[in-house]
């Protein structure tokens, strides 16, 4: 047996590490334990080379081999190993980042094989015996009876299970057991039943889900592309039970984490015994682990998540489903900045399989992709048993509002009240106003640690950043000039729900945003109430902007809407239109056909009249033409180098640095100057960045894979990231 193991470990090194490990048991995809330095780690074996660059005398042992089978299959490791050299981001991060937290961490008997087994008495116990209200208990069990052993690392997971395991040693329901490779055999795929009948699909959802089914066992991207209530949903849970009537398992990617639990409860309504694992972060590590475990063996044949989901190992993936597609909350933000959506495609071509993205209004870069033929276009042009929603505009150069409402909007909101009605007012601005200013000097309630405001909330007297999370109490008087009269200015949900209850005295409302959900089960207790139609009127964020159904809701009036055409985003208008469209799509579910207000200074503005219009293709050719003429994505490929210091000179000059790196590399590649970032300052570190862009997506790749290598040999005070195919700058 060769005596090398190549292993990724999660440090900021673009390389991997070479040991020396005679264990036959050190497949590729498992953990195991080795030095690096003065400290232990955890990390994966990614190959077993024949020979190392490392001389025999340096070469360390591994201490222990932590799986005796592979965590994570050669499908997985091949997608992570695109990602980490698409994305310019060390192998070994990326790898470990498909792990769940809890099989990354070292603890005290990782150095231990095996695990824990149940005791002939632990055998003959069942959840009913156990206390009611012990679910830590309850879910340790389970783990025990779906895992021979259950390895060192889920069991002690959480110090919830530590303190269950404890207790299940006192009561000898558990011992310590090796782990028999020759009982490592894969769990075997459970037949499935679809269960209950499906409601029946009118022509064009029955013509997209044919065009899904028909794909089967080959790579096909299609892009469905359905009016807000068109019935997209139906159209993913057809196709499903294809594929599950084929044995196949089916990844289905959502934006944001609440939108599971309404997914959720739909497919276990339709699929009920099918198993259903849901990925989030708001999950406990022991429960998170459980459901990892559940997907990459089989027990779980759907599988439902977040962003980070698109890595979940899935031995019988046979499609994959990317709701809202257009989302940016498929692009992770910080450290490893991937693109689910755009790796679920990828994941799909290396396995051979389709991957339906659905969307209301889908991303230019999708909607190219479905024009030119690279995708297949589906379309659901009409509403399920209700026709698309009135939209129309109030003009504020003729209507004066008073904290933010216009009369037309409360007469219309009076107008739903009277009639048994619901409504929404949406605004996307937390808190009670963005803003707190002295009319005598000037003074703002500015950050101290960011180049932004600090937002009023005015219920807890409190001065709050949206961004680093500072916060102070509202002065008593101005602290420059100390006059008193400090007053608010702009809105938040918080003041619009003061006014309407004033306006509404006798109105049932009910405010929606993050810090009104912020409650575990809160947000859940809310959709009860506004489905009972115990709420009257609704203000939200874009919290309710999304894959929500209020069939009594029938008015929508939006504020503040103009803001986002202030930005100088090339993509905010993009942005606007889709968030626009999915907050215009909650009004009208039922038998009442819904009506839409938007509240602007610019009636006439192209991306009003296209709203009212309901013409996304019109609307996304014309935002494609512009694209084109000024050359930005999606006809160039971008990526950006952002850095960050305590000074911003420090990080603009790391960038000036970088750009001269980049020089012998940049043939075909447009390197513009080092800029400040567009929030210069956040949590007290200054920022800065730095635009590179090629008409060819390989030629960048090219680039990056040099530059990125020259930045790393590189020593600065400024910590630096890469960022490819940037969508906030």
Not at 568 to 590: K, P
């Amino acid at each position: 047996m060769n005596p090398l193991i190549r292993v990724a470990l999660d440090v900021p090194l673009p390389q991997l590490f070479d040991y020396r490990c005679a264990d036959a048991a050190a497949v590729v995809g498992a953990r195991v334990l080795v030095p690096f330095g003065r400290r232990r780690m955890i990390g994966v074996v990614v190959e077993r080379p024949g020979k190392s660059d490392v001389t025999e005398d340096r070469l360390k042992a591994v201490q222990r081999v932590l799986d005796r089978k592979p965590l994570l299959d050669h499908d997985t490791l091949r997608l992570l190993r695109f990602a980490a050299d698409y994305y310019a981001y060390p192998l070994g991060a990326v790898v470990m980042t498909a792990l769940p937290a809890a099989l990354r961490r070292v603890l005290k008997r990782d150095g231990m094989p095996g695990g824990w087994t149940l005791s002939p008495a632990g055998r003959s116990l069942t959840a009913t015996l156990l206390p009611a209200r012990a679910r830590t208990q309850q879910l340790l069990l389970e783990k025990l009876q779906a895992s021979t052993p259950l390895p060192h690392a889920e069991a002690a997971a959480t110090p919830a299970l530590r303190k269950a395991l404890h207790a299940f040693r006192a009561a000898g329901w558990v011992v310590e057991s090796e782990l028999d490779p020759a009982t490592a055999a894969e769990t075997a795929m459970p037949k499935v039943d679809v269960g209950a009948a499906a409601p029946a699909l009118n022509t064009e959802q029955a013509a997209a889900v044919g065009a899904t089914v028909a794909a089967f066992g080959r790579f096909q991207p299609l892009l469905l592309r359905g009016l807000t209530g068109s019935g997209k949903t139906e159209v993913y849970l057809h196709a499903a039970a294809a594929a599950l009537q084929q044995g196949l398992q089916v990844l289905v990617l959502v934006p944001e984490i609440a939108l599971t639990p309404q997914f959720e409860m739909l497919v276990r309504a339709r699929f009920p015994g099918v198993g259903l694992a849901t990925l989030h972060s708001n999950l406990a590590e022991g429960e998170r682990v459980q459901r990892w475990q559940d997907a990459r063996e089989g027990r779980a044949r759907i599988v439902l998540g977040t962003r980070l989901s698109v890595f979940v190992p899935l031995p019988q993936l046979g499609l994959i489903v990317v709701d809202e597609e257009h989302d940016s909350s498929f692009k992770q933000g910080e450290g490893f900045r991937y693109s689910a959506r755009d790796l679920a495609v990828v994941r799909a071509s290396q396995r051979g399989i389709p991957v339906l993205l659905g969307s209301a209004t889908p991303s230019l870069e999708s909607w190219r992709n479905a024009t030119e033929g690279r995708y297949r276009l589906l379309e659901l042009r009409q509403r399920i048993h209700a026709a698309p929603p009135y939209i129309d505009c109030i003009d504020l150069r003729q209507h004066k509002t008073e904290d933010g409402l216009s009369p037309p909007l409360l007469k219309a909101l009076r107008d739903r009240l009277a009639a048994g009605e619901q409504s929404l007012v949406f605004i996307n601005r937390r808190g009670y106003a963005p803003v707190l200013i002295c009319d005598s000097c000037g003074w703002l309630s500015d950050c101290p640690r960011c180049s932004a405001r600090l937002v009023l909330h005015q219920r807890e007297r409190r001065l709050r950043c949206h961004h680093c999370g500072h916060e102070r109490a509202v002065p008593t008087a101005c602290p420059d000039c100390g006059d008193a009269d400090l007053a608010p200015l702009g809105q938040g949900t918080q003041r619009v729900e003061t006014a309407l209850i004033q306006h509404f005295p006798k109105a049932r409302i009910l405010r929606i945003d993050r810090d009104s959900t912020h409650a575990k089960q809160a947000w859940s207790d809310m959709r009860d109430r506004i489905r009972k139609r115990d709420i009257d009127i609704l203000v939200g964020t874009q919290i309710l902007a999304k894959g929500h159904d209020f069939p009594h809701l029938n008015l929508v009036g939006i504020l503040n809407a103009d803001s986002m055409l202030y930005s100088c985003d090339f993509r905010a208008a993009e942005r606007l239109y889709a968030l626009l469209t999915q907050v215009a799509g909650r009004a009208g579910r039922g038998t009442t056909r819904g009506q839409v207000l938007v509240q602007t200074q610019f009636p006439d503005h192209p991306l009003y009249q296209a709203m009212q219009a309901q013409d996304f293709a019109a609307y996304a050719q014309a935002q494609l033409e512009e694209r084109r003429s000024a050359g930005f994505p999606p006809y160039v490929h971008q990526a950006l180098l952002r850095a960050e210091a305590p000074k911003l000179d420090t990080a603009l000059d790391f960038l000036a640095a970088a750009a001269r790196a980049a020089a012998p590399h940049a043939d075909g590649i447009t390197v513009y100057d080092p800029v400040p970032a567009g929030m210069m300052r956040r949590a007290g570190r200054e920022r800065a960045q730095l635009l590179v862009q090629c008409a060819s997506r390989a030629r960048l790749r090219e680039f990056l894979g040099h530059w990125r290598q020259a930045l790393a040999a590189r020593s600065s005070r400024a910590r630096w990231s890469l960022d490819v195919d940037p969508l906030d700058f």
